[in-house]
């Protein structure tokens, strides 16, 4: 919860796994919201998220993002970082159990989200379809024509409009839309 976290190619995401020793879950969570803090003030970090377990004694996990992956090794070998681990130490199980997720994988392997945190498959598609539609839209109007021209096969033509259309919407769109469309993907309960 920092920076916007736009997509860029180099971008990297990391996802840490651990357990809080049961009664210190308050100490823990501070620890890393802590943590979170510092990474703030260093190059690179782009947001960061605690993501509590849905059951009392499950996996907590954190998950960053940094513009490349040079400023995420920059933060792992920094003093705040270690000073961090340290103090969260006496509160875990366990060594965090790390994950790395760069480029298109980010999109389609996110964190282990509890159900209950997951936004609901409509909204999903109803983003997705805002994003695909006017480009679909675009390409079709206005770069298909130009393909035909030139005497391409329908199915070159196709192929040559899907890649475009995946990669502004890997690279550009969702990113942009989801980050966009936050409170409407993930509303808060109403009291």
């Known amino acids: 919860m920092s920076h916007d976290p ?5 971008r990297v ?25 510092a990474m703030k003030t260093h190059r690179g970090f782009l947001a960061g998220e605690l993501l509590p377990p849905e059951q009392p004694g499950g996996w907590y996990q954190v ?8 400023h995420l090794a920059e933060w792992d070998a920094s003093r705040d970082r270690e000073d961090a681990l340290v103090r969260l130490r006496p509160h875990a199980l366990d060594e965090p159990d790390y994950r790395r997720l760069t480029g298109l994988e980010a999109w389609f392997e996110g964190p282990v989200v509890p159900a209950s945190m997951r936004p609901p498959k409509h909204r999903m598609a ?9 480009t679909a839209s675009f ?11 030139l005497g391409l096969p329908f199915l070159l033509v196709t192929a040559i409009n899907t890649l475009l259309i995946t990669a502004v919407m890997t690279y550009l769109l969702m ?17």
Not at 180 to 189: D, I
């Open 6 to 10: 736009a997509a860029e190619p180099g």
């Open 13 to 37: 995401t990391r996802i840490a796994r651990r357990r809080a020793i049961p009664g210190h879950e308050e100490q823990y969570e501070e620890g890393v919201r802590a943590m979170l803090a």
């Open 63 to 70: 998950v960053v993002n940094f513009d490349t992956e040079e």
């Open 126 to 134: 109803f983003v997705t379809w805002l994003g695909i539609w006017p």
């Open 139 to 149: 390409f079709i109007f206005f770069v298909s024509p130009l393909l035909n021209r």
């Open 175 to 191: 990113p942009n839309l989801t980050r966009l469309m936050r409170g409407f993907l993930n509303p808060k309960p109403r009291d």
